[in-house]
């Protein structure tokens, strides 16, 4: 079974308990403010090969992760952050209106997403579509006394009231100095590392509440729709390693002091990538899009297995050299299968799966992984039909799309945003035989590029 690093317990633990077949797992979704860089996709990478893992041990899995497309402020590392908000920022730069920002850049990621074989979770929740639900944790949280609200609309969280703050990047409150601005510090947080679940204001992207107009903090974003779409008992909780502190320390004590428990039990985070031998980060300018490996010629897959090439908590650096190896590493596995194809179909090499299997579930051990499949495609020892059927069982986890040289298309359609819904009210629609709603429905999809067909069996879309 499938054990990971546990960044609080600071130990391998096994993910699954006895009799689970169902595993959650919160991922920290994308700021929808820029497209994502290699970097940020190697973050989700990693709730991806979870699931695809637990699904070759029969374990299914749900998988949340959030749209942030308001509140993130620009000095996110610091506990209480300031500055602007990063949406409304672009906006700004780019002439357009804060929401066509966010559907913009949310557009772009899950076309990137897609390019990178990343199934689409379950749960895509957008932070402005969910304000009721932080506007009901704040409220409770005053209500237990780990929030206050100030007089110009803004609730702080009492981060003295949560004695185990810290667990998961050590950071233990005595020990958190004040921000390097000291003056930057509000003198009416009762504690300098407070930080605000809400914040008054009447800017654009603001909402009323009880303590008056403004809009949420970025952490508590995260505990409204984890807690709100799966439940208090959480698996498995992912990031970048950037978001042990404060996201997640923060978002940790907000939950649990929500619920009056430990909502996640595996709190589980990947290391960085660095590009030439630096942090990929926007601010660095260091930054490769997925678009760029394309415009190159090279297969999109090919960052995929350069990312496999090491284990996710493991620092790795990529080159235009590696990317173009693994262009190259793709293109023959894909020939290759193809030929095994068409030899006489032979039962799957069980050690050499069995070893990959295990290197698979012993973290995530991907390179290991990677050797064997190398070592299976020189062994002539191994009929090429078992060669065959081994590359593609284990492709189910690495989705490289080795058999699409045999037939199978490149990439999974995805419904662009919206669309979902639209699909699911014209099925409430023909449900109820109301055929001009069902029609008008069919002609709004189609405006997104959506075509429905009607079928005995119900209505599908291409
Ligand atoms: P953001 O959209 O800025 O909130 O970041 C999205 C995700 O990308 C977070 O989980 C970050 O931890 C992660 N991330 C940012 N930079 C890198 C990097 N260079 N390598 C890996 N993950 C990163
Ligand atoms: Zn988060």
């Known amino acids: 079974m499938l054990w990971l690093y546990d960044t609080r317990s ?8 006895p009799g689970t077949r169902v595993v959650r797992v919160y991922t920290c979704g994308p700021t929808v403010y820029r497209y994502a860089h290699v970097g940020n996709l190697r973050s989700y990478l990693l709730p991806d090969l979870i699931r695809r893992v637990l699904e070759r041990h029969r374990v299914g899995t749900v998988l ?13 590392d610091e506990i209480d952050a300031s500055g602007e908000d990063k949406v409304l920022q672009q ?27 990343l199934r689409p979770p379950e749960y895509t929740p957008r932070a402005t579509e969910t304000i009721d639900l932080m506007i009901e944790m704040i409220e409770g949280l005053i209500e237990k ?44 947080k009762r504690f300098h590392a407070d930080w605000a679940l809400w914040k008054g204001s ?10 008056g107009r403004g809009f949420p903090g970025w952490h508590i974003e995260c505990s409204a729709m984890s807690l709100r779409f799966l439940g208090e008992h959480i698996d498995v909780h992912t990031g970048g390693k950037d978001l042990r502190f404060p996201h997640h320390e923060d978002e940790r004590a907000q939950s649990n002091a929500s619920v009056g428990h430990d909502v996640v039990k595996h709190w589980v985070h990947g290391e960085h990538l660095l590009f030439d031998g630096r942090k990929m980060a926007k601010s660095t300018g260091n930054v490769v899009l997925l678009s760029d490996v394309e415009a190159a010629g090279l297969d999109p897959l090919a960052v995929r297995l ?52 295990t290197a698979l579930d012993d973290d995530l051990d991907t390179p290991t992984t990677l050797r064997v499949l190398r070592e ?56 109820a035989k109301d055929w001009p709603a069902s029609d008008r429905l069919r002609d709004e999809l189609a405006a997104l590029g959506v075509k429905v067909t009607d079928t005995p069996e119900g209505q599908t879309w291409s």
């Open 202 to 211: 009447d800017r654009d992207m603001t909402w009323e509440t009880p303590w």
């Open 376 to 431: 299976l495609e020189r062994d002539e020892s191994v009929p090429p039909g078992s060669r065959f059927e081994t590359f593609l069982y284990l492709d189910n986890v690495l989705g490289l799309d080795l058999s699409i040289d045999i037939g199978k298309p490149r990439v999974a359609p995805v419904l662009p945003p919206g669309a979902a819904e639209l699909l699911e009210a014209r099925a409430q629609a023909r449900e």
């Open 306 to 357: 350069s990312l496999l090439e090491h284990r996710y908590r493991q620092q790795m650096n990529l080159t235009w050299d590696t990317l173009q190896a693994a262009d190259r590493t793709l293109r023959r596995w894909r020939q290759r299968v193809a030929e095994w194809a068409e030899s006489p179909s032979a039962p799957i090499a069980e050690d050499y799966r069995d070893r990959a299997q």
């Open 91 to 117: 906006a700004r730069r780019e002439g357009r209106s804060a929401l066509e920002i966010a559907r913009f850049y949310e557009d772009a990621f899950r076309r990137d997403t897609a390019a990178l074989n």
């Open 64 to 76: 949340c992760q959030n749209i942030t497309d308001v509140g993130h402020l620009v000095d996110d």
């Open 10 to 17: 600071r130990q391998l633990e096994p993910v699954v308990s």
């Open 145 to 188: 006394g780990h929030a206050y609200a100030l007089d110009d609309g803004s609730v702080y969280f009492d981060a003295r009231s949560f004695p185990t703050y810290g667990e998961i990047s050590g950071n233990r409150l005595d020990a958190l100095k004040p921000a390097h601005r000291l003056e930057a510090v509000d003198p009416r």
